[in-house]
């Protein structure tokens, strides 16, 4: 593996890919520092720091040579109630970053959603056109282009599973209640990408051995929830005949969903020789670390 000259910084090391992307340099580059705000985090080196407040002082600070920018606000609805918080985190805070790190000659790499397009047609490849149905998706489409225009990098994935900190995700929910004999109820009508969270990190480290510029969609295979809950049933060994379908309608979402959401990431694993959306790969890496934190007893 290359080693990158100087300091590589991973804001949102207190997300699911915050972590894993943060853990995995740290085992394969040089030196790298993690920003968490609310939540610290344990078994990676990492600062407190509030990036509304003050993004460029993080950069001044630091003068990190790659900045990994994964800090956002994930909340879909949250932002549909909060547009103003939402777009200070998502697109002002990014906005700032990307100024900063053009100032010092930092590269950024940055994290971003399916949710930029508007789900009408599906499989969407980078030269596809953005329409985001959603505020959330907006804010991050907005902080998109401030990482474009200082000759960035942007990764977008999707629906997001897996162990780690962050917010509660559907993945490790399915794996939870199956495992305890409980009911899972899964949408069958809106599909998108399911993305292992390690294998964000995997695309991550790989990419900043690269001088890519541009947008790359690096998320897993195309499902539904319903159907993404019975291949996790199927490939854990538990009863397929807990997973129960619904309808998008039967939830009452503040913000509207795109139907269907779903990436085509074969430019990244051509480029990267990460096989991102290999279901079987990515569950083989799923299972083997629930098994690890079963073993250790920190999963019932
Ligand atoms: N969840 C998905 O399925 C999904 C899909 C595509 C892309 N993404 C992207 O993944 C990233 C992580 O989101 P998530 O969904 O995993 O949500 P999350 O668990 O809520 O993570 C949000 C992260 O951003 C950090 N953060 C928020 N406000 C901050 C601030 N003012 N200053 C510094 N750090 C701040 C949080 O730090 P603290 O917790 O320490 O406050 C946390 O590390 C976002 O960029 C999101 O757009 C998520």
Excluded at 107 to 131: K, N
Excluded at 146 to 166: E, M, S, T
Excluded at 238 to 258: C, E, G, H, M, W
């Amino acid at each position: 593996m290359k080693v990158v000259a100087g300091l590589i910084l991973v804001t949102g090391v207190s997300s699911l890919p915050g972590y894993k992307t943060a853990l995995r340099l740290v085992e394969t580059k040089g030196s790298v520092i993690g920003v968490y705000n609310q939540h610290p985090v344990s078994g990676v080196p990492a600062v407190k720091w509030d990036l509304v407040s003050d993004a460029t002082g993080l950069v001044a600070q630091y003068k990190p040579s790659v900045i990994i920018h994964i800090a956002g606000m994930g909340d879909v609805d949250g932002c549909e109630v909060n547009p103003e918080l939402c777009h200070r985190v998502n697109t002002v805070a990014t906005r700032e970053l990307a100024k900063a790190a053009y100032r010092i000659g930092a590269r950024l790499i940055y994290l971003s959603t399916d949710y930029v397009f508007d789900g009408s047609r599906g499989m969407y490849r980078e030269s596809d056109v953005p329409r985001p149905v959603n505020y959330y998706g907006l804010s991050k489409l907005l902080g998109e282009e401030a990482v474009l225009a200082v000759g960035g990098a942007v990764v977008r994935v999707a629906w997001i599973y897996g162990f780690g900190p962050g917010k509660v995700n559907f993945g490790k929910s399915v794996v939870e209640r199956l495992s305890r004999g409980e009911e899972v109820k899964a949408i069958v009508d809106q599909w998108g990408s399911p993305t292992l969270n390690t294998l964000i990190g995997e695309v991550m480290a790989r990419l900043v051995d690269r001088e890519f510029e541009g947008v790359l969609h690096a998320a897993g295979p195309r499902l539904s929830r319903f159907e993404f809950a019975l291949a996790i049933a199927k490939f854990f060994g538990f009863q397929t005949s807990l997973v129960k379908p619904i309808s998008i309608k039967d939830l009452n979402y503040r913000a509207q969903r795109p139907r269907d959401s779903s990436l085509d990431s074969s430019m990244a694993v051509k480029m990267l020789g990460v096989p991102i959306n290999d279901l079987n790969y990515a569950l083989s890496i799923f299972k083997g670390e629930w098994e690890g934190l079963r073993h250790a007893g920190d999963v019932g």
